[in-house]
């Protein structure tokens, strides 16, 4: 079987340089499969620089299996496994956290509307701050002035986003003044198939994530990509009922579904408690609610770039304070700003702190220019 392997002139000048080289893994077939090409191909180049493993683990949200699969394809290609982390808590504390911020924003009156927890596929922030990130930190400590190639196993079969993507990328996270160090991303594995995939497991004789026995991807226990199909999956295996629970928790008390496509809570209802099965009942009540009072907030005032551009009148500052007085007992938040006056005067502090005059929205009309007062 023919199979190619993505590169650049650029990518083979710093392979014949001896570049550092690290791979990323996260226990899935594609991070084994660009694992062995790789360490083949550098060997076949006669590549004697630094080459590692490199893990991220996000703690809760993790499969049992992802870091023995990860170590025992390091041992397999005798290279060194690095593990990394997220120094303020795992993938479960960031979804918390961004939790509590976002309460907080809303009772301060930063934002009009009420901020979800969950990552989303447009917003992926457990990739960026919980992998990307850390991996590139440690790459840069530890290569110091060299310029570093980061290997991820992505396929452009993968999805329509992928299939736009080239073998080389300047990685701006490994770009360190301090650490004299610059690098790109090589996805040397993109033109390959899922057939091709799995085909190299059985010639190498490397069994495949055990999650792959009801999944058809391996990443999180619960992923914001994941399909109904997948995460009705995840909830067979015992080792992730404790987060299922903790995950429809924050369901319950944000009042978001974790995905668009539906409420984790709904797919296994056996794994929750009465409680729980009742406090998901109320939530979506109230997720209703929520979005109905929300629908009222006039669209010039919801969130743009360069938040607030518009002072609201008095009587869009009584509809705000009325829609953050119901929405505050809705999900019992202690809000400030709940009547006209202190509205405006909010919206006027932000604005003058971000240096804009306070105007009003009349349209397509001539903006009429307010004082500070």
Not at 91 to 113: F, S, T
Not at 134 to 139: P, S
Not at 300 to 321: D, G, I
Not at 357 to 364: I, T
Request: hydrophobic residues 40%; charged residues 25%.
């Amino acid at each position: 079987m023919m199979r190619t392997i993505s590169t650049t002139p650029h990518i083979d000048e710093l392979i014949a340089a001896n570049a550092p080289i690290a791979i990323g893994v996260s226990g899935g077939k594609d991070g084994d499969t660009a694992g062995f090409v790789v360490t083949e191909e550098l060997d076949r180049r006669g590549h004697t620089g630094p080459r590692i493993l490199i893990h991220a683990d996000l703690g809760r949200v993790e499969w049992d299996a992802s870091l023995p699969q990860c170590q025992r394809l390091a041992d397999r290609l005798g290279l060194e496994l690095v593990v990394v982390r997220r120094t303020k808590g795992d993938m479960m504390d960031r979804w918390l956290q961004r939790w509590q911020d976002n309460v907080q924003r809303y009772i301060h009156l930063e934002c009009v509307k009420v901020i979800l927890p969950w990552s989303t596929a447009s917003m992926r922030f457990c990739t960026s701050e919980l992998k990307t990130s850390v991996i590139c930190a440690e790459l840069v400590r530890r290569f110091p002035n060299t310029t570093i190639l980061s290997v991820a196993g992505i396929r452009r079969e993968e999805s329509a986003a992928r299939a736009k993507a080239q073998p080389q990328k300047l990685q701006k996270k490994l770009i360190s003044t301090t650490h004299n160090t610059t690098g790109y991303t090589w996805l040397p594995i993109l033109d390959w198939t899922l057939d091709e995939v799995r085909a190299l497991h059985g010639e190498r004789n490397f069994p495949m994530h055990t999650t792959y026995q009801t999944n058809s991807r391996v990443s999180c226990r619960y992923c914001i990509l994941a399909s109904q199909a997948d995460l009705l999956a995840s909830t067979t295996w015992d080792e992730t009922h404790p987060l299922y629970r903790e995950m429809v928790d924050l369901e319950i008390r944000s009042t978001f579904a974790f995905q668009d496509a539906g409420w984790l809570g709904d797919l296994a209802p056996q794994l929750l408690s009465v409680q729980q099965q009742a406090g998901l009942a109320d939530a979506k009540r109230r997720a209703a609610e929520r979005m109905r009072l929300e629908a009222e907030i006039p669209q010039h005032l919801l969130y743009e770039k360069q938040w607030p551009r518009y002072l609201p009148t008095h009587a869009e500052a009584q509809q705000l304070a009325r829609i953050r007085q119901q929405i505050g007992a809705l999900l019992d938040l202690p809000v400030l700003y709940t009547d006209a006056a202190s509205v405006r005067a909010r919206f006027r502090e932000l604005m003058q702190a971000a240096g804009r005059a306070p105007v009003e929205y009349e349209g397509m009309a001539t903006l009429r220019q307010l004082a500070f007062v």
